[in-house]
């Protein structure tokens, strides 16, 4: 079954305690990207990657890391996470990149509370 | 100025009832245009692709207007099952995609 799979799907964590929410696609999509969804401001890309290695800033890239070392992998890390980062997050993947028009498949989200 | 600007919601409707979204963009080079449906805490899911031609996929009918840059969904013959969020979305040419805050629809028996 094609997915992308998020990991973990709920976390609470202290502030400055590093964390990773992993993010695997089975698709062999080239492009994957970052969401954060917050009430009212909708999804805001946090970051996104074109190919292995090759990563951008999204429109909210403050507080955040990203690493894509295989193609099906692309986790996102918080070096020292603050309660301003508490949101619920999706990653997703597509087949080719934004300009390309393809659709976007989603994780099943990671709500974060940090406190 | 928000990069994508969909109407305010909530949108309550009865069932059967016809319904239309629009949404604005304000990047004259966007390229790409769709419309997700997000249900209460799920993963957002592609409804339809919008075309500069107009699709219509069933009762959900998109089309985009790139002179006056902005997009629309009309769904009619409303469901319960209908209630969900509507997404508007652009990809601007790049890699950037940007998303709408979204409208919400419920449908009322």
């Known amino acids: 079954e094609a997915q992308v799979t998020q990991n973990p799907r709920y976390l609470i964590t202290v502030t400055g305690k590093k964390l990773t929410v992993t993010c695997s696609q089975n698709m062999n999509h080239e492009y994957m990207s970052w969401y954060r969804q917050d009430p009212g401001l909708g999804l805001r890309q946090i970051y996104y990657?074109?190919?292995?290695?090759?990563?951008d800033k999204g429109d909210v890239p403050e507080g955040y890391k990203v690493s894509r070392k295989e193609k099906r992998n692309f986790p996102l890390i918080l070096e020292s996470p603050s309660p301003n980062q508490t949101s619920l997050y999706f990653c997703a993947s597509s087949l080719v990149g934004a300009g390309g028009g393809t659709e976007a498949f989603f994780g099943q989200g990671t709500r974060l509370t940090v406190v | 100025r928000k990069e994508v600007e969909q109407d305010p919601g909530p949108f309550n409707v009865p069932e059967g009832a016809t319904v239309a979204f629009n949404c604005t963009y304000s990047?004259?080079?966007?390229?790409?245009f769709f419309w997700y449906r997000q249900d209460c805490r799920k993963e957002p899911k592609l409804l339809m692709s919008?075309?500069?031609s107009g699709n219509e996929d069933g009762r959900f009918t998109a089309q985009l207007n790139r002179a006056s840059q902005y997009i629309s969904l009309l769904i009619r013959d409303s469901k319960l099952s209908d209630s969900a969020t509507y997404l508007c979305v652009v990809n601007t040419g790049g890699f950037k995609t940007i998303f709408g805050a979204g409208t919400r629809l419920f449908v009322k028996a």
């Open positions: 990047n004259s080079a966007s390229q790409s």
């Open positions: 919008v075309y500069s």
């Open positions: 990657s074109m190919n292995v290695e090759v990563t």
